[in-house]
């Protein structure tokens, strides 16, 4: 039977055990896991949870961003979604990804804290990622393409 005595922050904490165990298919299967271990929770809380947590949805599942100084790891964790790297003018990136995908890139590129990047919009097979200048452009390309090797 659930536990009413355990507070949303006790619930993000069972979370995060769960996620450093391993990827999470789906967030019904944390309400699964939560629930067998006397939490309550549903669809809606634990999504609310895996957004404060800052989870990234990967192909393998959600799983959390790994510290990291150089942010690497965030791209690395979607690089599987990318399809191509493209540049469009000086200080505009077109960056194609699997369909449905783009968004999950473009948060991972705002997460990662690279100081070449201004900012990403996500559609749903297309990052516009804008830099401050060609050489940061080439940067981030560069970054990008590491990143997709390491994965």
């Not at 659930?2 to 990827?23: C, Q």
């Not at 493209?86 to 948060?107: D, E, K, M, S, Y």
């Not at 297309?126 to 050489?135: H, Q, Y």
Request: with cysteine; hydrophobic share 40%; aromatic share 2%.
């Amino acid at each position: 039977m659930p536990d009413n005595s355990h507070t949303p922050n006790d619930r993000r904490n069972a979370i995060k055990a769960l996620l450093a165990a391993g990827p999470a298919a789906t967030q019904q299967s944390l309400v699964e896991a939560l629930t067998a271990q006397g939490f309550v929770a549903t669809q809606s809380s634990v999504s609310r949870d895996l957004r404060e947590l800052t989870a990234i949805k990967t192909p393998a599942g959600y799983v959390l961003p790994q510290p990291d100084t150089s942010g690497d790891d965030e791209v690395t964790a979607v690089a599987s979604l990318l399809r191509n790297v493209r540049p469009a003018g000086p200080n505009l990136l077109v960056i194609h990804t699997a369909i449905g995908g783009a968004q999950r890139v473009a948060l991972a590129l705002d997460r990662c804290g690279w100081p070449e990047i201004i900012g990403n919009v996500g559609g749903d097979d297309t990052v516009f990622t804008a830099t401050a200048s060609a050489s940061d452009q080439r940067a981030v390309i560069t970054r990008i393409e590491h990143c997709a090797n390491r994965s």
